[in-house]
């Protein structure tokens, strides 16, 4: 199938998640989409499979104009996707999974189930899968329920398949099972888009490379005489001019440190986590999303337990404790997901904004509640970070995303604490919002505490970070120190794999 | 207009029933309010303060977040546990009135922390085990009042009459127990523990997101536990002001019939568990049942047409006090 999409673009808001976007997709061919989170590849997709409808620019399928209305419009024409979180029902059976929604019918509207597993007998065959139909889904292993996503598509009769991030949740086993698969597909004629942030898997996979930056396409080139380093510099791209300088502090004293850390359920088989941060100093963590940050991000907080090796907040040992106490000794934590771990959002900005003050009995006299210092509490943190609310009584969800990150960081710093836990604490904020918080952090800094940021952000790592760690799979890197490290050095740690360690050496000795 | 649609559709309702408004209305209002020296209008304060009592212990949980409709089988606990008691402590007079609020009490909270327990320990959700313990509470008292605590003499499935001290006396010169001064201390505690409290503040902040209460540090576990136990300790609470003021002894069955769980819960959703409505709306229930069997007795309405009226007034009020509630919860967004 030939597809084209030509001149996309969509604004979320403000923001232009998309700004022209033209791709060209070839049959007999495997392309793949690289770029960094919110570099606009999921967004572009959506538009292509009919879920995101508000759009300007035109689709065309074999050189005819098509548009959409839902994406049943999109599998009609011959599209199909695999979402990288499954839409499986978990009791029901293989085939039943496969064929609902296009069900074959016989008379009286019974359904006709040995067509359909005729029918699904035979794109086994072809295709060389081996799966039993009649088994239910919730005894799968992930490899083989994404093995029914993808026959989903084909049982549709898809000429266009969209995998999103496909390897993620994969074992090495079974990502190679998957590549084969799709280079039969390629020669049954299809086309495959495979969206990924892994560049090695693109280079061995993959006929054609299209890389994404900030909603737009950087280059789109056959995947012949491209390198792994030419891709890697296009997804981070070249560095924004620095407005904010840091001023030079000797760190103080180790006020977290991570000891031989093995965490519970990392997304992936790494090694245990080593890390110090000192008081005045900052320290990055920088990675694509998925890579194990938010799992050594909630042990720190206390959201996950370990296996072996210990925390030490402030010198203190509060592996087994718990949040509370934790946030006692010296903890904050600026949250990623701020709807939901953030704020309560049903909740007055007065009760939000004091929960953490509430919790170490600042704000109570014994059961009660002080509600005029709640009040002015809040009315105090409004004012100093610029919170555009009408009172502190109204509820959290009428605030703006930017507002409501700038009350959560406004919170969290009040408490003091010595740790700092920042976990991409300007995602989806407007640039006067990124300013200001950048600047909170660094005057803590400059106060003495210690912070480790976690962001997929490399611009926002290099402006702050006294030193910067990256990780990838599961695994932390050696820490660099930010002026001896280049973003290409760091993009390539990033992107690649960690048993490539002639590239990682090269680098260690730079 | 929807007063007048109301009107009409009652009119219609009466006049298949083949009994007139003014008259139906009028024995509506008496057995609600009125009767020989306001005796209905005791009944009805007497049955709003176990409807009240029922629906505070729902909104307490529900506001956590804790979908307890396991109401009815704390309540019954806390009825038991107080007949029990009562009659076999040996304790008299006011000594005897606390011990038996007190162990309804404990009896009560201790069922419902039984349900947190399946939630937190065995993942049974619970809304689940707090539906499913209904039916060993009611059970379990019925197999003792049936079998080993039973009043032979009497003939019925139930313990012996309490002694008369410890029967919850009438307000002077009138046919009202005291049963309703211990709500109405109960609301105003509530009142205070839903918005001036730690524990209420924790409760709110853990119904409304529990991961953001959890990441701020407030202690699910206990927080979990600590309002199972105070919902059920209400319920239990109304279960023994059932016992030592309106039946003086347990009666199987006595508590589960009326209902007053059920329509407790249904009494906190309709007011979107606001919790100052909880007393309005807790009267309302009881004026409507009162008022309905009344309609009844003396209209010759026959009791599924008023049972009928019943539920027809329930859903107009609802519409309009759902309204209400969403207006207001809009006019706070749109700031």
Same mark, same amino acid.
């Given at each position: 199938?030939?597809?084209q999409?030509?001149d996309?673009?969509?604004?979320?808001?403000?923001?232009?998640?998309?700004?022209?976007?033209s791709?060209?997709?070839s049959?007999?061919?495997?392309?793949?989409?690289v770029g960094?989170?919110?570099?606009?590849?999921?967004?572009l997709?959506s538009?292509?499979?009919?879920l995101?409808?508000?759009?300007?620019?035109q689709i065309?399928?074999?050189?005819?104009?098509k548009?959409?209305?839902?994406?049943?419009?999109?599998i009609?024409?011959?599209?199909?996707?695999v979402?990288q979180?499954?839409?499986?029902?978990?009791?029901?059976?293989?085939?039943?999974?496969?064929?609902l929604?296009?069900e074959?019918?016989?008379y009286?509207g019974?359904?006709?189930?040995?067509?359909a597993?005729k029918k699904?007998?035979?794109?086994?065959?072809?295709?060389?899968?081996?799966i039993?139909l009649h088994q239910?889904v919730?005894?799968?292993?992930v490899g083989?329920?994404?093995?029914?996503?993808i026959l989903k598509?084909?049982?549709?009769s898809a000429?266009l398949?969209?995998?999103?991030?496909?390897?993620?949740?994969?074992?090495?086993?079974e990502?190679?099972?998957l590549?084969?698969?799709l280079q039969?597909?390629?020669?049954?004629?299809?086309?495959?888009?495979?969206?990924?942030?892994?560049?090695?898997e693109?280079?061995?996979?993959a006929?054609h490379?299209?890389v994404?930056?900030?909603?737009?396409?950087i280059?789109?080139?056959?995947?012949?005489?491209?390198?792994?380093t030419?891709?890697?510099?296009?997804?981070?791209g070249v560095?924004?001019?620095?407005s904010?300088?840091?001023k030079?502090?000797?760190?103080?004293?180790?006020?977290?440190?991570?000891s031989?850390?093995?965490?519970?359920?990392?997304?992936?088989? =790494?090694?245990?986590?080593?890390?110090? $941060? /000192? +008081? *005045?100093?900052?320290?990055?963590? &920088?990675?694509?999303?998925?890579? !194990?940050?938010s799992e050594?991000?909630?042990?720190?907080?206390?959201?996950?337990?370990?296996?072996?090796?210990?925390?030490?907040?402030?010198?203190?040992?509060?592996?087994?404790?718990d949040?509370?106490?934790?946030r006692?000794?010296?903890?904050?934590?600026i949250?990623?997901?701020?709807q939901?771990?953030?704020?309560?959002l049903?909740?007055?900005?007065?009760?939000?904004?004091?929960?953490?003050s509430?919790?170490s009995?600042?704000?109570s006299?014994?059961p009660?509640l002080?509600?005029?210092?709640?009040?002015?509490?809040?009315e =105090?943190l409004?004012?100093?970070?610029? $919170? /555009? +609310? *009408?009172?502190p009584?109204?509820l &959290?969800?009428?605030?703006?995303? !930017?507002?409501?990150?700038?009350?959560?960081?406004?919170?969290?710093?009040?408490?003091?604490?010595?740790?700092?836990i920042?976990?991409?604490?300007?995602w989806?904020v407007?640039?006067?919002?990124?300013?200001?918080?950048?600047h909170e952090?660094?005057?803590?800094?400059?106060?003495?505490?210690a912070?480790?940021?976690?962001?997929?952000?490399?611009?926002e790592?290099?402006?702050?970070?006294?030193?910067?760690?990256?990780?990838?799979?599961?695994?932390?890197?050696?820490?660099?120190?930010?002026?001896k490290?280049?973003?290409?050095?760091?993009?390539?740690l990033m992107?690649?794999?960690?048993?490539?360690k002639?590239?990682?050496k090269?680098?260690n000795t730079? | 207009m929807?007063a007048?649609?109301?009107?009409f559709?009652?009119?219609?309702?009466l006049?298949?029933?083949?009994?007139?408004?003014?008259?139906?209305?009028?024995?509506?209002?008496?057995?609600a309010?009125?009767?020989?020296?306001?005796?209905?209008?005791y009944?009805t304060i007497?049955?709003?303060?176990l409807?009240?009592?029922?629906?505070?212990?729902?909104?307490?949980?529900?506001?956590?977040?804790?979908?307890?409709i396991g109401?009815?089988g704390?309540?019954?606990i806390g009825?038991?546990?107080?007949a029990?008691?009562?009659?076999?402590?040996?304790?008299?007079?006011?000594?005897?009135?606390?011990?038996?609020?007190l162990?309804?009490?404990?009896?009560?909270?201790?069922w419902?922390?039984?349900?947190?327990?399946?939630?937190?320990?065995?993942?049974?959700?619970?809304?689940?085990?707090?539906?499913l313990?209904?039916?060993?509470?009611?059970?379990?008292?019925s197999?003792?009042v049936?079998?080993?605590?039973?009043?032979?003499?009497?003939g019925?499935?139930?313990?012996?009459?309490?002694?008369?001290?410890l029967?919850l006396?009438?307000?002077?010169?009138?046919?009202?127990d005291t049963?309703?001064?211990?709500?109405?201390i109960?609301?105003?505690?509530?009142l205070i523990?839903?918005?001036?409290?730690?524990?209420g503040?924790h409760?709110?902040?853990?119904?409304l997101?529990?991961?953001?209460?959890?990441?701020?540090?407030?202690?699910?576990?206990?927080t979990?536990?600590?309002?199972?136990?105070?919902s059920g300790?209400?319920a239990?609470l109304?279960?023994?002001?059932?016992?030592l003021g309106?039946h003086?002894?347990?009666t199987?069955?006595?508590?589960?019939?009326?209902?007053y769980?059920?329509?407790?819960?249904?009494?906190?959703?309709l007011?979107?568990?606001?919790?100052?409505?909880?007393?309005?709306?807790?009267f309302?229930?009881?004026?409507?049942?009162?008022?309905?069997s009344?309609?009844?007795?003396?209209?010759?309405?026959?009791?599924e047409?008023a049972?009928?009226?019943?539920?027809?007034?329930?859903?107009?009020v609802a519409?309009?006090?759902?309204?209400?509630?969403s207006?207001?919860?809009?006019?706070?967004?749109?700031?």
């Open positions: 199938m030939f597809a999409l030509h996309i673009s969509v604004n979320f808001g403000e923001v232009r998640a998309l700004d022209s976007v791709l060209d997709i049959p007999n061919q495997i392309h793949a989409v960094e989170n919110g570099a606009g590849k999921s967004t997709m538009v292509l499979f009919g995101n409808v508000n759009y300007g620019g065309f399928i074999n050189d005819t104009r548009t959409w209305a839902t994406p049943s419009d999109a009609k024409a011959g599209i199909g996707m979402h979180h499954f839409m499986l029902i978990e009791s029901m059976t293989v085939l039943e999974n496969i064929i929604g296009s074959p019918n016989k009286l019974f359904l006709d189930f040995q067509l597993e699904i007998s035979n794109l086994l065959e072809t295709y060389n899968f081996s039993n239910t919730d005894k799968l292993s083989q329920r994404q093995m029914v996503e598509t084909l049982y549709r000429e398949i969209i995998l999103d991030e496909p390897t993620a949740v994969l074992t090495p086993a990502r190679l099972d590549f084969n698969s039969d597909f390629k020669n049954a004629g299809k086309s495959i888009i495979l969206i990924t942030h892994k560049i090695d693109v280079i061995a996979n006929d490379v299209s994404m930056r900030a909603g737009q396409l280059s789109s080139l056959p995947i012949d005489g491209t390198s792994q030419q891709i890697s510099e296009e997804i981070v560095s924004k001019t620095k904010i300088s840091r030079k502090i000797k760190a103080g004293s180790v006020k977290l440190n991570l031989n850390l093995d965490i519970l359920g990392m997304p992936q088989i =790494g090694n245990a986590f080593n890390l110090e $941060v /000192k +008081a *005045s100093e900052i320290v990055g963590i &920088a990675g694509v999303a998925g890579n !194990g940050q050594l991000i909630e042990a720190i907080i206390g959201l996950r337990s370990s296996k072996s090796g210990f925390i030490e907040i402030c010198s203190r040992d509060v592996t087994g404790a949040i509370s106490t934790r006692d000794v010296g903890l904050c934590y949250p990623e997901d701020r939901k771990r953030g704020l309560a049903g909740a007055q900005l007065s009760e939000n904004a004091s929960i953490s509430l919790v009995k600042a704000f006299k014994g009660f002080r509600k005029t210092k709640i009040r002015n509490f809040t =105090g409004i004012k100093k970070f610029d $919170v /555009k +609310a *009408s009172s009584s109204a &959290a969800s009428s605030l703006s995303g !930017g507002n409501k990150q700038k009350l959560i960081i406004a919170r969290e710093l009040s408490l003091e604490s010595d740790v700092i920042a976990e991409n604490p300007t989806g407007d640039l006067g919002a990124i300013n200001q918080i950048h952090l660094l005057s803590m800094r400059e106060n003495g505490h912070i480790l940021l976690v962001s997929s952000d490399l611009d790592i290099l402006t702050l970070s006294d030193r910067v760690l990256v990780m990838f799979e599961s695994e932390l890197s050696q820490s660099f120190c930010t002026e490290v280049t973003r290409e050095e760091l993009g390539k992107l690649m794999k960690a048993s490539d002639k590239e990682k090269k680098i730079a | 929807t007048l649609s109301l009107f559709i009652l009119l219609l309702l006049n298949l029933a083949d009994a007139s408004f003014f008259e139906a209305s009028q024995a509506f209002l008496k057995s309010f009125g009767g020989r020296r306001y005796a209905y209008l009944v007497s049955r709003c303060a409807i009240t009592g029922m629906a505070i212990a729902a909104l307490i949980a529900f506001r956590a977040g804790l979908i307890n109401g009815e704390q309540l019954v009825g038991f546990a107080a029990f008691v009562s009659i076999y402590s040996g304790v008299t007079g006011v000594p005897g009135i606390i011990l038996a609020i162990s309804a009490m404990i009896g009560g909270g201790l419902a922390v039984l349900a947190g327990l399946m939630k937190l320990k065995l993942g049974v959700p619970i809304l689940v085990g707090t539906l313990l209904n039916y060993p509470a009611r059970y379990i008292t197999y003792f049936s079998h080993p605590f039973r009043d032979v003499a009497s019925m499935p139930q313990t012996l009459l309490l002694d008369k001290s029967w006396p009438f307000i002077e010169g009138t046919r009202l049963g309703f001064i211990f709500i109405l109960v609301y105003g505690f509530v523990y839903s918005h001036r409290s730690v524990p503040y409760a709110k902040m853990t119904g997101s529990i991961e953001f209460a959890a990441t701020s540090g407030i202690n699910i576990f206990s979990t536990l600590k309002t199972l136990a105070f300790a209400i239990g109304v279960g023994a002001i059932a016992v309106i003086h002894r347990f199987d069955g006595m508590l589960v019939q009326p209902l769980a059920w329509t407790g819960i249904v009494a906190a959703l007011i979107n568990l606001v919790p100052w409505a909880i007393l309005p709306a807790g309302f229930f009881a004026s409507l049942t009162s008022g309905a009344g309609m009844e007795r003396t209209a010759d309405v026959p009791k047409i049972i009928i009226i019943q539920g027809i007034i329930i859903l107009f519409s309009r006090a759902t309204g209400i509630a207006d207001t919860k809009n006019k706070e967004e749109g700031n």
